[in-house]
């Protein structure tokens, strides 16, 4: 659990003050908003700013709904995001990795289809933070590397946010195989982002970051500096998950320096803070630090007390885990019968356009029939027949091009430049035929009508004659 809290700080962007205010306003919107695009774009926005919060808990109801708009709509670009949203419910929530991953991977096929560089980043971030948390330092590497591979151009208004989060991970991943010059080199990068998007939050992370390349390098004095910096700016914000990402690692480096009192003051404030918000991770955490403090004091009453309380607490933890899985098995169901639903909607739709190429196919094959009968048993203008013969053969190829249209896109993926080749091709073909059977067909059936024609005049001319 602690290392799952640790990947928040990938997705969070910091909102100045009034978090709850901006919050409140995008419900407000939503509520008087009607057109499916709108709302799905609002849902979205509330979503990130749950992350602009500190805030874990994504609202799983709203990720079902982005999902079924997307749904409706049959669009790639808005169901990759839509799955992102919904891995990181299963990541953040449940901390079900398995079914994080299955859906960070389906959104990654459609956000390539999208050329969507910002979501497939996005994407891969989020399954490197799985891998951390898996402890699978092969993959974090691999999926960061996409994920910096997948970055959006520099222009664009999203390029710093992303590349901040692979800047960060980087810095994460060399800390872990203990390759401090290489975590140096991101972090400092990481900073110059930084500097653009003016963030204290992502500050305060490379400050921690620091101290923790300044631990491995042995200069222990800069890194108590940058570790005591990271702190205090994790203390004047109102986040409370940036103090269980920062101070943590504040308070193994005092233990490590044999710097007790101070040890034991930050694991107080971080008990407290648990306490606060009413969260086991923090306190048993907090509580493990204490006996910790109080073993090296050689005070066994309170190193006693504090271990049972952080038994207690562990055993609320693994409560809490229990809780969360019957949630993610909940989630799991009502994901699934919404995707059934959709496959319904989907099929009926099918169904329908069947039916009516079906109807077109009936009505081409009737008019064609009456026509050639028509044509042979009355007496009509030639040019009539030359109109009405376009007009059918005209049905025809269309009919032709409208069947091989959906066949169409999806062997060019929707590509504009491919869809015009394969209709170049398909004309170039078609056109000199379609002159060919409209010359035959249109000829055939004048001569044929003429013959009528003639014949009638003779009877007309024998009748007179008589």
């Known amino acids: ?47 990130e700013e749950y992350f602009s ?37 299963f990541l953040l929530n449940t901390g079900d990795y398995s079914k994080a991953l299955e859906f960070f991977f389906k959104g990654v096929p459609l956000a390539e289809k999208e050329n969507d560089k910002r979501r497939l980043s996005s994407l891969y971030v989020d399954i490197s933070i799985v891998y951390e948390n898996l402890e699978n330092p092969t993959e974090q590497i691999l999926y960061i590397r996409k994920a910096e591979a997948s970055l959006p151009e520099k222009n ?31 972090t400092q990068a990481l900073n110059e982002t930084n500097l653009r998007l003016r963030s204290i939050l992502y500050e305060s992370y490379a400050q921690m970051l620091l101290g ?16 005591k910096r990271a702190n205090a700016q994790s203390d004047s914000m109102q986040y409370s998950y940036v103090k269980f990402i920062i101070k943590p690692v504040y308070i193994n480096f005092l233990l490590k320096s044999n710097k007790i009192a101070a040890a034991q003051e930050q694991a107080q404030q971080l008990l407290e803070t648990g306490k606060k918000i009413n969260n086991y991770d923090f306190k048993q955490t907090a509580a493990g630090f204490l006996r910790s403090v109080y073993d090296s004091l050689r005070q066994t009453d309170s190193a006693y007390y504090y271990a049972r309380l952080e038994s207690a607490f562990r055993d609320s933890v693994f409560s809490s885990e229990k809780t969360n899985k019957i949630q993610s098995l909940a989630f799991s169901e009502q994901l699934r019968i919404t995707e059934e639903e959709a496959k319904k909607r989907k099929e009926e739709e099918q169904l329908q356009q069947n039916i009516q190429y079906i109807l077109i196919a009936l009505g081409i094959i009737t008019f064609i029939i009456l026509f050639l009968l028509l044509s042979r048993s009355i007496i009509i203008n030639a040019k009539v027949i030359e ?46 035929l379609h002159h060919k059977l409209e010359k035959w067909a249109t000829h055939k059936l004048v001569e044929n009508n003429k013959a009528i024609r003639l014949a009638a005049a003779k009877k007309t001319i024998e009748k007179l004659e008589k």
């Open 1 to 47: 659990m602690k290392k799952l809290l640790i990947c928040l700080c990938c997705f969070i962007v910091v909102q100045s003050g009034f978090t709850q205010n901006k919050t409140d306003s995008l419900n407000a919107v939503l509520a008087a908003t009607n057109n499916p695009i709108e709302r799905f774009d609002l849902y979205s926005k509330i979503g």
């Open 53 to 89: 919060s500190g805030n874990n808990n994504l609202d799983s109801a709203s990720c079902l709904k982005m999902l079924e708009i997307a749904q409706q709509l049959d669009n790639d670009s808005l169901l990759a995001i839509s799955y992102n949203f919904i891995g990181n419910i």
């Open 156 to 186: 664009s208004p999203v390029y710093n946010y992303m590349v901040r989060q692979v800047q960060y991970n980087y810095s994460r991943y060399f800390l872990s195989v203990r390759k401090p010059d290489s975590a140096m080199h991101y």
């Open 212 to 227: 923790g390349v300044h631990e491995q390098l042995g200069d222990k004095e800069l890194a108590n500096f940058h570790f």
């Open 387 to 432: 109109f009405f013969g376009v007009i059918a053969l005209l049905i025809v190829f269309e009919f032709l091009n409208l069947l091989l249209h959906p066949f169409l896109e999806r062997i060019t993926h929707h590509s504009p430049v491919l869809m015009l080749l394969a209709l170049v091709c398909i004309a170039a073909l078609l056109v000199p």
